[in-house]
Nanobody, 115 residues
């Protein structure tokens, strides 16, 4: 059973930066898409950013220009670099990986941005 382990969340002041990491516990073959979603209290889970196997990226409008996403295929790891953080970025951040065999989700990591 593949597990995704996230790290890097925490408490940061507005304007600060955090880097989230998500590593798969086992090798995943034929990875297609890797990415991050987030869910704030009382809100639905929403897309933050994705990166395809070819390196194409997609970002939510709310984070464009502030967040970047990257991946290390050899390590089955995806990263989310978050800069110029705002209080409205406060949420639980979930990583996800899709492959030909299915999709996987991490357990979530809390990001709290104080004003």
């Amino acid at each position: 059973q593949v597990q995704l382990v996230e790290s890097g969340g925490g408490l940061v002041q507005a304007g600060g930066s955090l880097r989230l990491s998500c590593a798969a516990s086992k090798s995943i073959f034929n990875i297609n898409l890797m990415g991050w979603y987030r869910q704030a209290p009382g809100k639905q889970r929403e897309l933050v950013a994705t990166i395809s196997s070819g390196g194409s990226t997609n970002f939510a409008d709310s984070v464009k220009g502030r967040f970047s996403i990257s991946r290390d295929n050899a390590k089955n790891t995806v990263y989310l670099q978050m800069s110029s953080l705002k209080p409205e970025d406060t949420a639980v951040y979930y990583c996800m990986i899709t492959s030909l065999l299915g999709g996987y989700w991490g357990q979530g990591t809390q990001v709290t941005v104080s004003s």
